[in-house]
């Protein structure tokens, strides 16, 4: 085993690690008191390069075995694996990965939506019959004269299909653009049931199965797909059904919403269904009592990373701040609990709570932390869990030691944007239609769409990327859609205000005052993303702007991603036809045949592209190229130069936010 690199304690200035200002100022008291946090850790553990490249295979015992990356060719491995099976099978474990992680969450939020159609949790109960009606229309489920019951246990029936048929399509298939649908059932990528294609894919990347990195990548296409257009739109569907679909909503983001005279409990993980029963705890009177009676003036709730995201977008909860604040935000000392479910949950939590008495709970059964007491959530008894989190955080606060410090900066801004309220915004009351939005872009005042999403990755200065890549693109009158730890980036750095718009260049600034909206809307969890591919089927349903998705001048963006998930999602992107550019780092040697097929040869089959800069100008600049070049193609280019944002522009601008 190699040696470690560690102990180099060279000082680094905490304004080059985050723009968050909270975050460093919290980074800088970590500092003080000797605590250490992920930016520490990443600073003191190089990248190990050869996995930086992909250049390496595990997958079993005559290796592990190291090609060398600056020759890439020149060896393969014991088996005979050349590079570009190596790098195919260790992207595609990472599509399973992310797809086995959505999908999962997925079937919890369905198996969840089981009971509570079956009448067998009565602690849940379905908020948004529109929806479930709009959603059971849109798989061929009649609804007319039917109960409600007898349509929620159809389509309960439909959707577990997403996840366990074994032949045919996956029933969100039906919402595919028919000319994107062609495009997969000629290359045979359109998912069976994200079960089967999760199995099929690690089959294929184990030794000895699928050596042709072409023919990999298009089972990492068709896993990414039921990923997608699966699992995470079955889960954004129904938690939409179960707990209310977003509409606009004036929020608070930020460790400003922290409050020093109450009991602050943080809810950090992806299940809404842990979050919205924390929410009836925190009301039930007995505890608001219990509290009181400790000395605080009442329990404040708020969210992190993406359930906090979706919290954030369908009530207007409180959000405190993204992946890379997560330890920060315990060395306020001002946490009484956090309570986390599953993915994105950094184990050196564990020890940050640790040294500041914070009780850090794991709740899920699939998430345990070693050293973390945990208290199970049980959906059919969901109080138990979040009543005694209250219980423990009230006790946390009466024994409050050491001193507050709570940095006091909030932002204000707008969430909530489901792609029906798009439709309904744009449309009018009378007659919901992405009529208004296609008209735009068709007159040239919206250049195009870009979805900016993901985490942020403390190998990039926190929140930077993603605040300048926004920046830059709705100068360029590109109206941005946003979820996750990316949404909640820009809204700490004031964009999602419809003042904001004064930020836009000329075209989009009149559609967001026209509309009274930000230039910027956050649709929620990463989950949500498929309300992003929803709105692009939308766009081309509607007319005028090309038959398939493929065809949108419409762009992507990871601009600091770290998860396996980010990866699954930027493929299920680009087999839907979407250019998409991640920022950091990419898991590929350049210049190899498979590099060339996913940064070029899939776009020449019909699908999107990858590409790949951490700077984030040139990401504007090669997501707004390829923009016009979809305009040029449908015949929209009368459009205009590309406006460069100077440095005293960019001054102006970080004053008006
Ligand atoms: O699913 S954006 S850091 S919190 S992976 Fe994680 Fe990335 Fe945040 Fe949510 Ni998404
Ligand atoms: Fe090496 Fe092949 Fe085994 Fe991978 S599968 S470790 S390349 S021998």
Not at 101 to 125: I, P, Q, S, T, W
Not at 490 to 513: F, H, M
Request: glycine share 10%.
């Amino acid at each position: 085993m190699e040696k470690e690199e560690s102990g180099s304690k060279k000082p680094v200035n905490i304004k080059d690690l985050t723009i968050c200002e909270a975050t460093a100022r919290m980074l800088e008291k970590a500092r003080r008191d000797g605590v250490e946090t992920a930016f520490d850790r990443a600073l003191n553990m190089k990248a190990c390069p050869i996995g930086a490249d992909s250049a390496c295979c595990k997958h079993c015992a005559m290796g592990p075995c190291r090609l060398n990356s600056r020759d890439p060719y020149g060896k393969v491995g014991v088996c005979g694996a050349t590079i570009d099976t190596i790098m195919a099978r260790n992207f595609g474990r990472m599509v399973a990965a992310g797809a086995a992680c959505h999908n999962d969450h997925g079937m919890a939020m369905l198996a969840l939506f089981r009971e509570v159609a079956n009448g067998n949790n009565e602690d849940y109960k379905i908020k948004d019959p529109h929806k479930l009606e709009d959603v059971a229309r849109s798989v061929g489920i009649e609804v007319e004269g039917r109960s409600i019951k007898e349509i929620a246990l159809d389509l309960y029936k439909e959707l577990e299909r997403t996840y366990t048929q074994v032949e045919g399509e996956i029933p969100f298939a039906k919402r595919v653009p028919e000319k994107t649908l062609e495009t997969w059932r000629k290359h045979g990528i359109v998912p069976r049931g994200a079960m089967r294609e999760i199995m099929e894919l690690m089959n294929r990347t184990h030794m000895g199965v699928d050596q042709h990195y072409e023919n990999l990548t298009k089972q990492c296409s068709r896993t990414a797909l039921a990923d997608g257009w699966g699992g995470s739109m079955v889960a954004t569907e129904i938690c939409d059904i179960l707990f209310g679909t977003p509409t606009p909503v004036s929020a608070e983001v930020n460790m400003g919403v922290l409050k020093e005279s109450e009991v602050n409990i943080i809810i950090h993980g992806h299940e809404p269904n842990l979050f919205e029963s924390m929410l009836v705890s925190v009301n039930e009177p007995s505890l608001v009592q219990a509290a009181k009676d400790a000395g605080a003036k009442g329990i404040n709730l708020v969210g992190m990373c993406c359930s906090g995201a979706e919290m954030l977008s369908r009530h207007g909860i409180p959000h405190a701040g993204n992946f890379m604040s997560t330890e920060a935000i315990l060395v306020t000392g001002a946490v009484d609990a956090m309570a986390v479910d599953i993915q994105c949950i950094k184990q050196g939590l564990v020890k940050v709570a640790e040294c500041y008495n914070t009780y850090l709970f794991t709740t899920n059964p699939r998430c345990h932390i070693e050293g973390a007491p945990h208290i199970e959530f049980n959906e059919h008894d969901p109080r138990a869990c979040t009543d005694e989190i209250v219980i423990k955080a009230i006790t946390r606060f009466k024994n409050r030691k050491a001193p507050i410090d709570i940095p006091n900066i909030k932002n204000i801004g707008i969430h909530g944007f489901s792609h029906e309220y798009i439709n309904y915004m744009l449309g009018g009351t009378f007659r919901g239609s992405y009529t208004p939005l296609n008209d735009n872009i068709i007159n040239g005042r919206i250049r195009g769409v870009a979805g900016v999403v993901g985490c942020t990755n403390p190998r990039v200065r926190q929140d930077w990327v993603h605040v300048e890549l926004v920046k830059e693109l709705i100068k360029n009158d590109v109206l941005v859609l946003q979820t996750g730890c990316s949404q909640i980036a820009l809204a700490k750095a004031g964009l999602y205000t419809p003042e904001a718009a004064c930020l836009a260049g000329p075209g989009l600034r009149e559609v967001c005052e026209t509309v009274g909206m930000p230039p910027v809307l956050g649709m929620g969890s990463c989950v949500d993303n498929s309300r992003i591919l929803v709105a692009a089927s939308q766009m081309v349903k509607e007319g005028g702007l090309g038959n398939s998705i493929a065809d949108l001048p419409v762009a992507g963006a990871a601009p600091e991603w770290m998860s396996e998930k980010a990866i699954c999602i930027g493929q299920y992107f680009v087999a839907s036809g979407v250019y998409t550019v991640f920022g950091v780092t990419f898991p590929i040697i350049e210049n190899t045949k498979f590099h060339k097929l996913l940064f070029e040869g899939l776009e020449q089959q019909g699908f999107g592209k990858w590409g790949f800069t951490p700077d984030p100008y040139e990401m504007a600049k090669m997501m707004i190229a390829h923009i016009d070049k979809k305009r040029k193609a449908l015949g929209l280019d009368k459009g205009k130069e590309r406006v460069l944002v100077d440095m005293a522009a960019r001054r102006e601008m970080s004053a008006a936010a």
